[in-house]
């Protein structure tokens, strides 16, 4: 006789940390939040914009610690480390769409959004046609009010920018 235990086919959910980067913009009366988010590359986002960008982000495996994957994927994503003593302040984990539990940390800084640099990886493009490209893995980052964010951001991760202004008590 065969094995008949049931063999679940549910995709195993992943796990992610990410940086939320805020900063309070000098160019409005009371220095107005905004939040960096990141824009992923390749041709499925490319015509994507409301609901397609994010927080610097990525996976990391059981027993890693998710702040150091946390910076490193911040790095990895723009190009431009946090500093060591930058500080970390925990937003706690959200859940995706997919099942992707997301465990994302805020600081507070500043980088040129227009200079990021991230890291890329290979895709067979045109699907099928037997040819590899290389895309960037974020194409584009910007910062925003957190109006604005909770309109670019998926749903889940909106809430990672109010949990920020709850933390800010702003």
Known sequence: MGDHRARSLAPVATTSAGILLYRRS??????TLEVLLVHPGGPFWAKKDDGAWSIPKGEYPDGEDPRACARREFEE???????????????????????KRVTAFAVEGDLDADAIVSNTFELEWPPRSGKRQSFPEVDRAGWFSADEARVKLSSAQAELVDRLIDRLDV
């Open 26 to 31: 000098s160019r409005a009366a009371g220095g």
């Open 77 to 99: 994503e723009t190009g431009t480390p946090l500093p060591d003593a930058a500080e970390l302040v925990e937003l706690g984990q959200i859940k995706q769409k997919a099942g």
